[in-house]
């Protein structure tokens, strides 16, 4: 698979787990620690398919990074999961998916297939 999925979370181990399981699945992987970190990569050239992204970050959240998302041209159609352990107060406006924490594995890369099909 030629698609890359951006992985952002600041959680060193679950963001590594997220990352190992989805380059099993053959998808090529880039991760960030924070939203900032994130936007850095995207700016760089980076280019995903996908974006999987936390909320709770510190530095710059994922609703941060998100509202940084939809004022980009070129970032704002990049489709957009999120998994928090907060989906109660997530917003539901330019996200294709929101996964409560902890996410299935199984889940995840049914979804991720579905999203990027999709797309």
């Known amino acids: ?57 510190p530095v710059m959240s994922g609703w941060e990074f998100r509202n940084e998302l939809r004022k980009d041209p070129g970032f704002k159609l990049i489709p957009l999961i999120i998994t928090t352990g907060y989906t109660e107060m997530a917003p539901r406006e330019s996200i294709n998916e929101i996964l409560a924490k902890p996410v299935g594995i199984d889940l995840l890369l049914t979804r991720v297939e579905e999203i990027l099909e999709a797309a």
Do not use: F, Q
């Open 1 to 57: 698979m030629d698609e890359i999925i951006l992985v952002v979370d600041d959680d060193e181990e679950l963001r590594n787990i997220t990352v190992m399981a989805l380059e099993s699945e053959g998808y090529r992987v880039a991760s960030a620690e924070d939203g900032l970190a994130a936007l850095s990569l995207l700016r760089g050239g980076l280019r995903p398919k996908l974006i999987l992204t936390d909320l709770m970050m």
